[in-house]
């Protein structure tokens, strides 16, 4: 018997049983990098009863799409999250894999073949599901304390310049006063501020802790990707400010 996916572009099915009934409408697309040293050993641990992990689309560095979970059911890729007040994101969103091995087995740039293929098929589930551009997000904008992917390597410009996900002009690197993790204060407050703003659970404390750090550098990841640190010096400062200016529909 033959079975369609539920994207209109070539794909493969590769079914996955790691899936459960979603209990939200799908608002969200969550991009991830695999982590894994192989492709064969991702998708196997992506398909294993045992690992609990799952996501609708693995795209290939060919190119190729495999779907793993029907858009319909809620897939297990996000894990402990939150964004803007939602905690189980799973529910609310499609999930996306793409092969990279990631910063623990020899993080590498995304492949042409693959960049437009995760293009293609963000555009497509996008416009089947109306997920807005605020809404295309990275796993580690989810979960900053756990999560570093797709990380600095994927190029963000890229997507939303093909109108997917949001994406603003960073500020260049230099000097400058800027805050760091022990730091203190209202200009912290003012920062943490922002970044409840952008979407992260912030709590207001005004103290720079680990949480803040590690907020700041998945902000950098997406948007100040030229410097990775978690600290917040004026670059990283300014971007976020444009970014919370120019972006419209952020709720």
Known sequence: MSIKTDTGLPARLRPSPNHNERQGKVCLLVLHYTGMKTADEAVRRLCDPSAEVSAHYVVEEDGGILQLVPESRRAWHAGKSFWKGERDINSRSIGIEMIN??????????????????????????????????????????????????????????????????????????????????????????????????????????????????????FQRRHRRARVDGIADMSTITTLHRFLQEVPNLG
């Not at 590498?108 to 073949?113: G, Q, S, V």
């Not at 310049?161 to 000097?175: D, F, M, R, T």
């Not at 920062?191 to 907020?215: C, H, K, N, V």
Request: aromatic fraction near 8%; include cysteine; charge should be negative.
């Open 101 to 218: 091995p990631g910063h623990e087995h020899g993080y590498r740039p995304f492949p042409e073949a693959q960049v437009a293929a995760v293009v293609g098929l963000s555009r497509d589930i996008c416009g089947r599901h109306g997920i807005p551009a605020a809404g295309v997000l990275a796993h580690s904008d989810v979960a900053p304390e756990r999560k570093e992917d797709p990380g600095e390597l994927f190029p963000w410009d890229r997507l939303a310049a093909a109108g997917i996900g949001l994406h603003v002009a960073p500020e260049p690197v230099s000097g400058g006063r800027f805050f760091q993790e022990g730091d203190s204060g209202q200009p912290v407050e003012a920062l943490q501020s922002m970044l409840a703003l952008y979407g992260f659970e912030m709590p207001i404390s005004g103290t720079f802790d680990s949480r803040t750090r590690l907020a700041v550098a998945a």
